[in-house]
Every structure is written in C-alpha cells, then in structure tokens.
C-alpha cells in the first residue's frame, strides 16, 4: 500500500543503516582487541551520528503527514535544497533522492515512450480513467477521451477532502486563455500530485502520452526512442528534462503528421466551410431550389429521407460536388429556436424563458415549446427546422468535438435564415415591379411598400455579406495559417476553438439581445413578403375578373355593333386600372380591337 517509491527510499536507509551497522561492528572488534580509545569511538561516531539524526527527522516527517509518491519526493528535494550549506547532508539527501526517484521515472520513461500507464500502486502523477471510451463526452460536449481519459492526478489531501480537481489535459487549452499552461492547480484551486522537481513540465508530459494513446487508438501504435546520451533518471541538475522536451517533440510531430496529412484535417475542415458556411454561393441556392415544395410543408409532413435524397441531388450538383467528404453530410429535423441552438452549443448562457415578451414573434423559445407541446413544433414551415449534420470520425473528433459541431448548425441556421430572407424579399421586390407603370395615385399608394420592401432587402444582404466576407473569412485564413503553423495538437484544437469564438461573436451570435433582434428580422421580412404576396394574388384574382369582365362586355358590344350595323361606330371597352396590371389590360384591349369591326374605331373608358 505505500507504493514503489516508498520501498526505494526504504531500501535506501536500510542501505545506510547497513553501513552504520558495520561501523558499529567494526568499532566493538578495535574494542575486543583493546585498540579503541574514547577519542577514536567520538571521531568515527561523528559522522554517522549526523546522517542518522538527519534520517530520523526524515521519517518522522514522512510518517506524520503519510506521505507518499510524489509527497515523499517533494519531502526529500524540498531539504536538499534547504542544505546548502551542509556539503554532507545535502550528497545524502541527494542519494537517496535518486534512489527514490528510480521507480518514478521507470514509470514516467513507459508513458513518455509508449503511453502506457505502469503504476500498479496509483503514485504516478497521470491517472487513468478506464471508463472513458473515445466516444465519450464531457458535460460541455467535447471529446472525454482527450480531456478527461488521462489527467493529472490530484493530491492526497485534496482527494480526502473531497475537493476535486479540473481535468489537467484540459491545461494549455484555447478555453483556458491567457492562464499558465504549466500552472499546477486546477480550477478549483486543488493541488496536484506532481513531484517539485517535475512541475515545470506537467502538462507536457501528460499531453506526450495522450499523444502517444491517441496514436494507438488510430491503429498507429509508436514507439518514442530517446537520443543517445539521454536518460531519464533524477539528476540535481535537472538534465532529464532533456529528454522530456525530446519525446514531447517527436510524440507530437506523430499525431500531428497523422492529423494533417493521414487523415486530411484541413480537408475536413474545408468541407464543413463548404457546407455549414455556405462558403459556395450555389450551394445554398441548390438547396433551397431542390428542397422548395418539400419545404414548404409543415415539419410534421416533411419527409426527412426525401430531404436527403434531395440534398445529395443538390450537393452533387454543385461547385463542390466533388468533395470526398459528402457522403458524411446528412440532413436533420430540429424546431429549435436561434436562441435555443445558440444555448446548447454553450454559446449564450443558459437562462430563464419563462417569459416570452422578449421573444419575437416566429421563434418559439424553450417554454413556448413546452406549453404549446409538440403540435407547436410539428406545425413549423420545414424551412424553419432544417439542419444540416455532419460524421466526424475520430480522431477528427479531437479537433471537431460535437461541441463545435453544433456551433457550426447554429452559423449554418443563421446564414440559412438570412439567405431565405433576402430570396424571398428579392423575389417580392420583383413582383413589385410590375406595378412600376401604374397610374400616379398607384404609384403613391405603394411607396411606402416600395421602400420597406428595399430596405429590408438591403439589409438582409448586407447581413450576409458582413457576415461571410467580413467575419468568416478574415477568421478562417488566420485558422488555416495558425493550423499550418502549429506545434502540437493542442495548438490546432486551440486555433480551431479561437476561430469558432471570433465567428460566433462576429455574427452577434453570442449576445442573446441581439440574437433575439436578428431572429425577429428575419421573421419580420418573411411576415412582410408573405402578406404581400397574399395581397398580390389577391389583386391578381381580381384583375383576372376584371379582365374577363371585360372581355365579355367587348365581345357583347362587338355582337351588338355587328347585329345593328351602324358601322364605324365606335366600340367602348370599359377597363379598370388595377394598380399597374398592364399587361393582362393591353391584353384585353387587344382582343377588344380584334374583334372590333375597324380597330381604331375601339375607345377606352377607364373606371
């Protein structure tokens, strides 16, 4: 139970006890031979007397706080240190200190040259926790297996105590910001079990073998030699840390070549720009074309396998048809709100929605979804729970946790919603057009349409072109630089995370007041297209009764003239301004003329 480095420094007293034993045995042989003298038993006893009163303040340290492992090690450098002055005392600890240390830095060679964890008595700084699968995540959605599979092992007194520390691989990462990499507490302030001498390397020693695992688990099991000249074994000089630094370096290098050139990291990446980004402009046309009438049904009709047929159709059709990653993009269902997608990609806070005043119109927040129940949800245009998803396989998952997967389907639902407002305000400014040569009253009837319509359109467009040209790309070149210049696999997953913060608050989607003004936007521009394409089929079924009213009148007239024969008397056509319908009236006013004995004998009374 008192572990491997506790039966070193054991062995090492019983070594020097040995040899005090042997002096003892010798001093009472010079006695039997009557060769010693008072001077000489004070002389040879000196020496001794001094490391022997040196080891018992050491084990009665150790044996009062129970110390251990990393502890005891801390004990031993902490007063070596402290001798200074003492040549003598300070060469003991020292000797015992790197028979201690001999089991510590077996184990610590295993992990930093083949990731494998050889602590039967669990002293090792690194634990393991052998319920985490590569799949598994943590409470934030990232990947378990690299955050929390390995971790710095806490110390004894904060493991009592019931304090817990915060995973340490999670030390260095881009969520940790400005904060020490080697900074040796965790986020609670708990200790970590890490010897003095080795603190200043922690997290690369722990990342060195996560590396090396996570090689394994991608069937590339590797081996770490270290150079020649080079071992690990304690030294007052820390010349091991040598060593560390150069299995850091080639572990590193490992994961990192298979990220980069094995697996195609940066391929990946671009066909998530691709496709969540809407970085081809017709791909997002070819989507809403293909999936048009399938859309526009409520989301309890929408059938999702003709959805991802239609978007295959789509994808393979487009610019980036050819991209070796399409067959991992899939099609999903969700009636979830912007604000809603936002709070589950961690990216606003989590508050409460009880009240829905805040909440514009068109956009269900969470407790509207509850009372309403599932029929609210159901009853939802298929435009309006679309979403694109995505298979990332591992290791890519280090890099593209789900996590960051849904911050990409929150990016996608807002530059898809945008997208479809200026469509449908640009197809409604055109219809609007038509009325362009109405009589003048018309004309000032509408202007106000005119220019809500523009604006709104304006600023939709402006929207998108901010966010795709202004935020997204600017961001996405300084990843793709920072990816290609990376050290380490942490460096990526940092560069990723840095691009995915400066995206996310670059479009306002990380600011819930303005989330929920963008959200009532994009509903207040689809209200306005929509009721005025009601009011133009309206006065489009209107005008077509005029118009065949009138046609009747003509052909009644025409028979009357005809039957009366009173010649080139003029033909009356009664027509109806119909704010700027001109072509269906020329039309009429044309077959008014064809039927009319002399054309221009035909006169036009307008109502």
């Known amino acids: 139970t008192c572990g491997l480095v506790s039966h070193a420094v054991a062995a090492a007293v019983r070594g020097l006890l040995q040899d005090w034993w042997l002096m003892v045995t010798q001093l009472e042989h010079q006695l039997r ?16 007397l001094a490391t022997l009163g040196l080891l018992a303040n050491l084990a009665a ?5 129970r110390l251990t492992s990393a502890g005891l090690l801390n004990l031993l450098h902490t007063k070596a240190s402290a001798l200074a002055g003492d040549r003598v005392g300070r060469a003991l600890l020292h000797k015992i200190l790197h028979a201690a240390a001999v089991p510590y830095f077996r184990m610590l060679e295993r992990w930093l040259c083949e990731g494998v964890l050889e602590d039967p008595h669990g002293e090792f700084m690194v634990r393991e926790d052998k319920a985490v699968t590569k799949d598994a995540l943590t409470e934030d959605k990232r990947s ?13 007194s904060a493991a009592a105590t019931g304090t817990t520390t915060a995973p340490a691989s999670r030390e260095g ?33 722990l990342t060195t073998g996560k590396y090396l695992n996570a090689m394994r688990e991608c069937g590339r099991p590797m081996t770490v030699k270290l150079p020649a000249g080079q071992s690990l074994a304690y030294d007052p000089a820390n010349a091991f840390l040598q060593a560390v630094h150069s299995a850091h370096a080639s572990a590193s290098a490992a994961l990192l070549q298979l990220l980069l050139a094995d697996r195609g990291l940066l391929g990946w990446l671009r066909s998530l720009k691709h496709w969540f980004l809407l970085d081809a402009g017709d791909v997002v046309v070819g989507l809403a074309e293909v999936m048009r009438e399938e859309l526009g049904k409520a989301a309890r009709d929408v059938s999702r396998p003709r959805l991802q047929s239609l978007l295959e159709l789509a994808v393979r059709t487009s610019s980036v048809g050819a991209d070796a990653h399409a067959d991992d993009l899939a099609v999903e269902l969700d009636p979830r709100s912007l604000l809603e997608l936002a709070r589950a990609a961690g990216v606003a806070p989590h508050v409460n929605t009880a009240s829905t005043a805040n909440t514009p119109a068109g956009t269900p927040g969470q407790a509207g979804l509850r009372l309403g129940g599932r029929s609210r949800a159901e009853e939802l245009p298929g435009w309006e729970v679309v979403l694109l998803s995505y298979r990332v396989a591992w290791p890519l998952t280090l890099v593209v946790p789900p996590k960051a997967l849904a911050q990409y389907q929150l990016i996608f639902r807002y530059l898809w919603g945008m997208k479809r407002a200026e469509r449908e305000l640009s197809s409604t400014w055109h219809r609007m057009q038509a ?11 509408l202007k106000h349409a005119y220019a809500l319509c523009y604006r709104q359109l304006w600023l939709a467009k402006e929207l998108v072109r901010y966010g795709c040209v202004d935020v997204l790309e600017p961001a996405w070149r300084a990843m793709e630089e920072g990816v290609r210049r990376a050290g380490d696999v942490d460096a990526v997953i940092r560069c990723h995370e840095e691009f995915q913060a400066r995206a996310m608050d670059g479009l306002l989607l990380s600011r819930p007041p303005l989330l929920r003004a963008l959200t009532a936007l994009q509903a207040g521009a689809l209200a306005f297209c929509e009721r005025v394409n009601k009011a133009w089929d309206a006065l489009d079924v209107e005008v077509e009764a005029a118009a065949q009213a009138a046609a009747a009148a003509a052909a009644a007239q025409q028979q009357q003239a005809a039957a009366s024969k009173r010649g080139n008397q003029p033909l009356v056509v009664k027509l109806y301004d119909q704010c700027g319908k001109t ?15 002399d054309p221009g004998d035909v006169q036009v009374l307008w109502l």
């Open 435 to 445: 009325a362009r040569n109405a009589a003048r009253s018309g004309r000032e009837a």
């Open 33 to 48: 031979l009557g060769r010693l003298t008072l001077q000489a038993l004070v002389f040879h006893c000196q020496g001794p």
């Open 144 to 156: 378990a297996y690299w955050y929390t599979r390995y971790t710095l092992r806490p110390a004894p």
């Open 61 to 65: 340290h150790a044996a009062s706080a």
């Open 583 to 597: 072509g269906q009236l020329r039309a009429v006013l044309a077959a008014a003329r064809a039927g009319a004995p």
């Open 173 to 205: 990462s881009p969520a940790r910001g400005a904060e020490d990499p080697e900074q040796q507490e965790g986020e609670q302030g708990a200790p970590l079990d890490v010897p003095v001498f080795l603190q200043g390397c922690a997290t690369m020693i």
